[in-house]
């Protein structure tokens, strides 16, 4: 029987990231990422990723929107790869700030 690899989920087809579902998420780690219309793909983790965090989908540019959900989270502040753990070291908020104009 082949064992199965941990999960990430992409929720809408906009995102350029996917939530880890799994306490496996160690560098170098292979995951499946499915999305809600059944397809599936594989990852290997470039970083340790803690369950329910961030996995960059593709490579993502510097000031690239973040999209999770079919919505921007924010900005990338660096250029992050395939793989990549995406979180506050990599992403710049947008929401809820009160020192930037609406």
Do not use: C
């Not at 799994?22 to 990852?43: F, H, P, R, V």
């Not at 470039?46 to 999209?67: M, Q, R, V, W």
């Not at 990549?84 to 710049?92: A, I, R, T, Y």
């Amino acid at each position: 029987m082949e064992a199965k690899l941990p999960i990430a989920l992409k929720v809408n087809d906009l995102d350029n990231v996917a939530t880890l579902f799994s306490n496996e998420g160690k560098a170098g780690a292979e995951i499946e990422i499915k999305d809600k219309k059944g397809n599936s793909s594989s990852l290997v983790l470039k970083n340790d990723i803690p369950y329910g965090h961030k996995i960059a989908l593709g490579e993502i540019e510097p000031g690239s929107n973040i999209i999770k959900y079919g919505e921007s989270l924010g900005l990338a502040t660096a250029q992050i790869t395939a793989g990549e753990h995406v979180h506050v070291h990599n992403l710049d908020s947008r929401r809820g700030r009160g020192d930037m104009e609406v």
